[in-house]
């Protein structure tokens, strides 16, 4: 299993940003998949997650609103849509899949700053 996340970087305040996490290893189109954020010495926490086919999609309270979860099955890749950054979701952000266990991505940065 490989999960690849990229679209991070530095934004101001109010700015979006679009992450993407490609997949390989598995059956992308049966697995659930989510997105996972750290912050510097807080614990990761649940951002987004959907469901294999797209049908079901659910949100942390934080970010309901201004968060996107989409996927592309055809394309092996959940996305992450990031509108109306603030300064607290400046973070590290995780792709996940739940297919026999559970896989983590890299990571990547999201700076959110003036």
């Known amino acids: 299993v490989q999960l690849v996340e990229s679209g991070g970087g530095l934004v101001q305040p109010g700015g979006s940003l679009r992450l993407s996490c490609a997949a390989s290893?598995?059956?992308?189109?049966?697995?659930?998949m989510s997105w996972w954020r750290q912050a510097p010495e807080k614990e990761r926490e649940l951002v987004a997650g959907i469901t294999s086919t797209g049908g079901n999609t659910n949100y942390a309270d934080s970010v309901k609103g201004r968060f996107t979860i989409s996927r592309d099955n055809a394309k092996n890749t959940v996305y992450l849509q990031i509108d109306s950054l603030k300064p607290e979701d400046t973070a590290v952000y995780y792709c996940?899949?739940?297919?026999?266990?559970?896989?983590w991505g890299q990571g990547t940065q999201v700076t959110v700053s003036s």
């Open positions: 996940r899949a739940n297919w026999v266990g559970v896989h």
């Open positions: 290893g598995f059956t992308f189109n049966r697995a659930y």
